[in-house]
Structure formats: structure tokens, C-alpha cells
């Protein structure tokens, strides 16, 4: 009688002890869960899709940047579907659409597709412009829509208003511009002592800023423009290199893209081998090389991290960030080399992605876009990009910095870092 008294005490007990420990678990978990979903609320996805408008010089003359500039926007679609879009403030997450247009490096167009964007398929940002053209001609239809526009292109127009010095609301750009291209040019042309010497420049919205911007920074540098000239970008004959011969300039600075640029590099090389040639940034693309060849050796030109971010020190911030999107532009396009315009579209739909995860859900397309360009006048702060560090602001819409190029040359049909210290 003990025994099954004590056997069957024996079996309550457990019964007793679980039930107890069930009742403890279950009263932590209602503890905790709503804790937890606190702290990491689960996203839901909303039932519209953000879409980002992409405009590039796909076609035309300046394919040889649009068409890099394209590859991302696609490489970025298929990661931002894999991903499932964006997730907002509220947790909200929302799918993206990137719709890709090509401009045809044709100003008119551009302005058209622009238009059709705003309108038509209600996009919330525009990431627009290849060239500096097209991107000035979209510059009033975006202030009109009010909607954000973000241009793959250098001319410090596109962000600022020539004539009050003012950043344009709706505009921005992460792409480095020409008078920090000067302040590199002049730099070296100094450290050479070049200090008389020509440029030469496509006849373009482009080409013009590179010989406005050589003209604003190169007088107070000691540096005198002996000879100046504008070319057709279709040119294939070139009667101003007799006139640098004859001008007995030192270097000869170019202000313009691939082929262009390659072309009358072959043609300054061929027809004056004694100068030095040095480009701008709009020239750091293979391009250059595959079309120049020999030609192309020894030039110089101040460019993109992105553009030699194997050769950057381990301790530089953007090398990590740099040689990951490299390794997936690469696998994504077959083996496609890098330039520096597959980075400027890389940090453009980076900023305009920024732009997205900032907006509360619910919100009007007006709001939308106003709360965007609010984002990227606020939210981009020591941000690293392709290119270096940006910090934008309302008064700086580009917020880069020229000490951040790297100084380049090209030896054995590849671009290297050329340090100060073997410039001369």
C-alpha cells in the first residue's frame, strides 16, 4: 500500500513538475515575443512597387559610358528582385522597378523620356544622364515634375545654377566634375613644369566645361593656356595639332570621352611626340586603351577609385566595396571590364535606393518624391562610394571632394596608380 502510494506519488510528481515548467515557458514566451517583435518587427510588403526612372546613352556617341551604365541598372534590378525590393522606416517593404531607357546620347530624347517618366509611369526618382548634354536638358523637366533627378554626368551645371551659384533642388549628381579634374591637371602640369600649355576639347556641353573649368583653375596655378581649341567629336582629321606644334606647348590637356578622346590622342601622339598628354576623368574607361593602342601609353589623367581598386592600399575604406561590386559587375556581364561610369551608376542607383528605404509607406507620389529628395539632401553623410566619400547637403548636391581621385597612367595597355613621387 505504501509502495503504490509511494509509486503513484512518485508518477504525480513529474506530472506536477511539468505542467509547472509548461506554465513557466509559456509565461516567458509571452514575455518575450512582443519584445522581440519590437525590436525586430517583421516586414510586410505594400501592394505598389517604387520605381526609379534610368535614362543612359546606351547608343550613340557616348555608348562607351551608357552602355556599363546600363549593366548596373540591370545587375542592380536582379539583386534588388532577389531581394525583394526595399524595406521602408515602418518596415514596410516594397518591390523596385528599375525602368531602363536609352537616350541615343541625344539631348531632345532624353528630354522626352524624362518627361514620359514623370508623367507617364509615375516614377518616384530619376536616375538620368550620361553626358552632360542630355542630363542639362532633363535639368527643367525633373525641377517642373518636382521630382528627384540624379545625373551620371560632371558638368557642375546640372547641380547648380551658373548664374546664382545656388544648388538646384531637385538635382544631384555623384560624379566628380571637371574643375576637380582641373585642380588634379594642374597639380601635375606644375609639378612637371608645364607651365605653358594647349587644350584641346570636343565640342560638347562636356568638352566646353573642360576648357571653362582648365580656365578658371589653371591662370591662378601659374599655368597659362597658350592655345585652345574646340574638335568635332566625329572628327577623324585633326588641323589643330599644327597648331600645337606651332604653339610650343609642353602638354596638351583633352578635354573629352572615348572614341573621341582616343582619337586625337593618336593623333597628338603621332603628329607631336614630344608632349606630354594628359586627359580628364571622362577618358578613364578600356575604351581609351582599346581604341588609342600604343597611343594611349604614358598618358595621364586623374581618375575613379574604382578604376585601379586592386592597387588601392588594404587600409582604404572603399577597396572592400569597390572590389565586391567589381567581382559582380563582372560575373553579371560575362567577363566585361570595369570603368569608372559603371561606378557612377553603381553610387547614382545606390543614392536613389537610399532615397527609397526613407520613405514611410502610404505616402502620395508627390510626397513621395519630396520626401526623396529630402533623403538625399540629408541622409547621405560620409558615405562611401565608388569613387571616395560624399556628404551631401542642401547647399552641396555633389558633396565630393577632388582630393579623393587617384592620379593614373597607362603603361603596358593597363591603368596605374602613378605616385607623386614619379610624376616628372
Known sequence: MSRRMSGSADAAGPRIRRRGSSFLVRLLTAAVIPLLLA???????????????????????????????????????????????????????????????????????????????????????????????????????????????????????????????????????????????????????????ATNVCHLYENTAYGQDTFASAGAIFPPAGITIVYGDAFDRAATEFPQVARVRASGCRAVVIGSIPPAASVINVAVRERAPQVRIVHGHGACSPDLIKTAGAAAERTVMPCGK?????????????????????????????????????????????????????????????????????????????????????????????????EEFEFVTVRGGKFLILPRDQWK
Not at 140 to 163: F, N, V
Not at 332 to 360: C, K, M, V, Y
Open 39 to 193: 525590436a525586430f518587427p517583421p516586414s510586410s510588403t505594400a501592394s505598389y512597387p517604387y520605381k526609379i526612372g534610368f535614362i543612359a546613352s546606351v547608343t550613340g556617341p557616348g555608348a562607351s559610358l551608357g552602355e556599363p551604365e546600363r549593366d548596373v541598372a540591370r545587375l542592380l534590378q536582379d539583386q534588388l528582385t532577389s531581394a525583394r525590393g526595399v524595406v521602408g522606416p515602418d518596415r514596410v517593404r516594397h518591390p523596385v522597378e528599375i525602368l531602363i531607357f536609352d537616350d541615343q546620347s541625344r539631348a531632345d530624347t532624353a528630354a522626352s523620356l524624362a518627361r514620359r517618366l514623370i508623367t507617364e509611369e509615375k516614377v518616384v526618382i530619376l536616375v538620368a544622364g550620361t553626358l552632360s548634354g542630355p542630363s542639362l536638358a532633363m535639368v527643367p523637366i525633373a525641377t517642373e515634375g518636382r521630382t528627384p533627378m540624379i545625373s551620371m554626368a560632371s558638368a557642375r551645371a546640372i547641380i547648380e545654377d551658373p548664374q546664382t551659384k545656388r544648388a538646384r533642388p531637385w538635382i544631384f549628381k555623384p560624379v566628380p566634375e571637371n574643375l576637380h579634374s582641373a585642380q588634379k591637371q594642374a597639380e601635375y602640369l606644375k609639378a612637371i613644369g
Open 306 to 402: 574604382i578604376l585601379v581598386a586592386d592597387q588601392l592600399p588594404a587600409g582604404d575604406p572603399v577597396k572592400t566595396l569597390n572590389l565586391k561590386f567589381i567581382s559582380d559587375f563582372r560575373r553579371f556581364t560575362g567577363g566585361r571590364e570595369i570603368s569608372t561610369f559603371a561606378g557612377h551608376a553603381f553610387d547614382s542607383l545606390q543614392w536613389a535606393l537610399i532615397a527609397l528605404r526613407n520613405l514611410p509607406d502610404g505616402l502620395s507620389l508627390e510626397r513621395q518624391r519630396d520626401a526623396a529628395r529630402e533623403a538625399l539632401e540629408t541622409k547621405i553623410k560620409r558615405w562611401a562610394g565608388t569613387h571616395g566619400f560624399y556628404t551631401l547637403s542642401p547647399e552641396d548636391h555633389l558633396g565630393w571632394k577632388a
